[in-house]
């Protein structure tokens, strides 16, 4: 305790259990350290994710040996794909029983190293300060990312002299922040010869804290860019340059964009399948800058014609530097008029349900535009996480959380407990499926209990929404096993007004269309106490633009069938 006291650890979302018992004895005497008591492990582990995704500080989450250290699992491995700097802190068996099978033991530290920055098994209670300052330090330096310290029962009951700070040394970590002066000028004279340049930005940019470097970056160079599922957020949406998000579900102005580029300068960003589709046909024509603070990722995917390792900021700060020179930059004014063709051509919207019964996506945008951009909002995974990415206007870095890399059904009411814990005074929304809402609205008991009123959308279709899109599409609308009404007739299980109430929540429900904006702003009054909103949508809705797994991004579908036509050989 005294050693998360002096990393500087605000938060603690745990829950305790025998052998991590010792270490939660002097938490009740701490004064600097707040306890969270969560009702599942994965939710200390999706809270710790919110809190270090809504501040850019690290988050903590603790957890007991054997089961409480497995259901960190999830979590940490959301926090491996998305950069999320956090520490998890676990009791072990003692170091005697140690591969004995003993009650409540597992090999967390074998289990979790393909998913952690780095971890620990601590045995002597003196290496406890040197093993919980480095795991902070390797959690928040290079590119971010979850630290497991495992401490085994003995030593967290030995005796020992606490000193601080503990020295130590990390042979073989040393995160290259400076980009080379050489590749900074090879970048700078691809980007003066581009014609159709696309700054392709990506979460590490966010991570790295280079929001406003890249804004300068933008007004200075005046190039078209994409923010990909993580980086909403790094420019506003209502930039004139900005294409929107690219990717499987991207804006067609966006995808198209990188589609037909002669350059991409990708910042902080990985080439993930769902932002290239067909990777032999992304960006074909296009000559690659790619600069990432892990060099594992430069040319994983997509060979770079420039690697640049370092950090974004200090990339953008030098791009900045030499492209401020007189003549540095080219002529990208017809490029700027055709993209912005696409995007008044083809804008990201939506068809009311023929049915009359209500559009998804016309909630989420009143829910963004009532609340507005100062708001954090937190989405699960599905459809609704596609919609709140592209329905609601992002306008500053870390109001958009969710689980991008691991695609993690449960994340957004722990993520949305974590980032409300972090910044009180912020409105929170966790906008949340039916299905993903049940797998951990458990969470719901720890915000009531320490007053953490955040606001949760269900977007409640009755179905596992994104799955059902790909039965229609895909499987001749064989819906098999993503119905969660039908055995039920229809009725209501459970009953989320109700499982709101019995809660201790504020339950709201809404069906119509003409009363969400009523129903917002009742969610909105009510901040002593959580509130739950059933908003009861039409199950056919589709997100809508697409592009079908593993086909190139120029065959994105801009509606069911209906796909823009290229002139391919342009």
């Not at 209502?238 to 998000?245: I, Y």
């Not at 989405?379 to 109001?399: I, L």
């Not at 959308?457 to 039965?471: D, E, H, K, P």
């Not at 904006?517 to 997100?543: E, G, S």
Request: charged share 20%; net charge negative; with cysteine.
């Amino acid at each position: 305790m005294r050693a998360l006291e002096e990393v500087g650890a605000e938060v603690v979302f745990g829950m305790p259990g025998g052998a991590i018992l010792p270490a939660y004895d002097p938490l009740m005497d701490s004064t600097k350290v707040r306890h969270v008591l969560v009702r599942h492990e994965q939710g200390a582990g999706h809270a710790a994710e919110g809190y270090a995704a809504a501040t850019g500080k690290v988050g903590v989450c603790m957890a007991t040996s054997g089961p409480g250290a497995t259901n960190l699992v999830t979590p940490l491995a959301d926090a491996a794909m998305d950069s999320v700097p956090i520490v998890a802190i676990t009791g072990q068996v003692g170091s005697t029983a140690i591969g004995t099978d003993a009650f409540q033991e597992a090999d967390i530290r074998g289990i979790t190293m393909p998913i952690t920055k780095h971890n620990y098994l601590v045995t002597d209670p003196a290496d406890i300060p040197r093993a919980v300052a480095e795991a902070f330090h390797i959690a928040s330096t290079g590119r971010p990312g979850p630290v497991l310290v495992d401490i085994t029962k003995d030593a967290l009951q030995g005796q020992t002299t606490f000193t601080w700070p503990p020295k130590f040394e990390l042979p073989g970590y040393r995160p290259v922040t400076k980009p080379h002066n050489k590749q900074i000028r090879e970048a700078a004279r691809l980007i003066k010869e581009a014609r159709r340049p696309v700054l392709y930005i990506g979460g590490g940019v966010i991570r790295a804290k280079a929001t406003d470097a890249l804004r300068e970056f933008v007004e200075l160079t005046q190039i078209p860019l994409v923010t990909t599922l993580m980086a909403r957020g790094a420019v506003p949406d209502d930039h004139p340059l900005h294409l929107g998000m690219p990717g499987m579900h991207g804006s067609v102005a966006a995808v198209t964009g990188l589609q037909k580029a002669d350059l991409l300068i990708a910042l902080g960003t990985r080439f993930d399948d769902r932002v290239t589709g067909k990777l032999a046909t992304f960006a074909p024509l296009a000559k690659v800058i790619h600069a990432d603070i892990d060099p594992a990722e430069i040319s994983k995917n997509r060979t770079a014609d420039v690697p640049m390792v370092g950090d974004c900021g200090e990339v953008i700060a030098e791009l900045q530097r030499v492209m401020s020179a007189p003549d540095a930059l080219g002529d990208y004014e017809a490029w700027r008029r055709e993209v912005k063709g696409w995007q008044e051509t083809y804008p990201v919207g939506y068809t009311p349900p023929e049915s009359g019964d209500m559009a998804p996506q016309y909630v989420i945008e009143r829910i963004g535009e009532i609340t507005g951009p100062e708001a954090t909002y937190v989405a699960g995974v599905g459809q609704h996480q596609m919609w709140a990415a592209q329905f609601v206007k992002y306008s500053r870095p870390n109001s958009w959380l969710n689980s991008g890399g691991l695609g993690t059904m449960g994340y957004a009411v722990p993520a949305a407990m974590g980032a409300q814990a972090a910044e009180p005074d912020r409105v929170v929304w966790a906008i949340d499926g039916d299905g993903c809402f049940q797998m951990t609205n458990q969470e719901l008991a720890t915000c009531v209990i320490n007053n953490i009123p955040i606001k949760v959308a269900i977007i409640n279709n009755s179905s596992l929404g994104m799955v059902r899109q790909w039965q229609t599409l895909f499987y001749n609308e064989r819906y098999s096993n993503t119905d969660l009404h039908t055995a039920f007739g229809g009725s209501r299980i459970p009953d989320f007004v109700k499982l709101a109430e019995a809660y201790g929540c504020a339950g709201l429900r809404c069906e119509r269309a003409e009363d969400v904006d009523d129903t917002i702003r009742q969610a909105l009054a009510i901040n002593d106490r959580p509130v739950v909103v059933d908003f009861v949508v039409c199950r056919d809705a589709m997100v809508w633009p697409m592009v079908p797994a593993g086909v190139s991004n120029d065959e994105i579908m801009y509606a069911r069938g209906v796909s823009p036509v290229w002139d391919r050989e342009e």
